[in-house]
């Protein structure tokens, strides 16, 4: 089984940056894809960027397309989101999530909040 703890989350002004981390560990880190989501008060879980296992391809949300950078070290477990230019609409619980050929976990979030 896979735990994934996530870390850098924080208080920033809009236009500021932050940068998040997944830390894994159990598993084989380099099977899984592993994807970034994120839950703002009120609305429902949404796909903020994710990168793939093996060649490593990455997809982003429109909203994040162009601000936000993801990678990921399997050498060290880990897989960050650079977070550039965030705006207030941004805020949320960002959770990582990795998956392997339908198997899923979760890490229990990390709190975004950016400020106008």
């Known amino acids: 089984e896979v735990q994934l703890v996530e870390s850098g989350g924080g208080l920033v002004q809009a236009g500021g940056s932050l940068r998040l981390s997944c830390a894994a560990s159990g598993g084989i880190f380099d099977d899984y894809a592993i994807g970034w989501f994120r839950q703002a008060p009120g609305k429902e879980r949404e796909g903020v960027s994710c990168?793939?296992?093996?060649?490593?391809?990455?997809y982003y949300a429109d909203s994040v397309k162009g601000r936000f950078t993801i990678s990921r070290d399997n050498t060290k477990n880990t897989v960050a989101l650079q977070m550039n230019s965030l705006k207030p609409e941004d805020t949320a619980v960002y959770f990582c999530?990795?998956?392997?050929?339908?198997?899923?976990?979760w890490g229990k979030g990390t709190l975004v909040t950016v400020s106008s």
């Open positions: 999530n990795a998956y392997y050929y339908g198997l899923n976990y």
């Open positions: 990168i793939s296992s093996g060649d490593g391809s990455t």
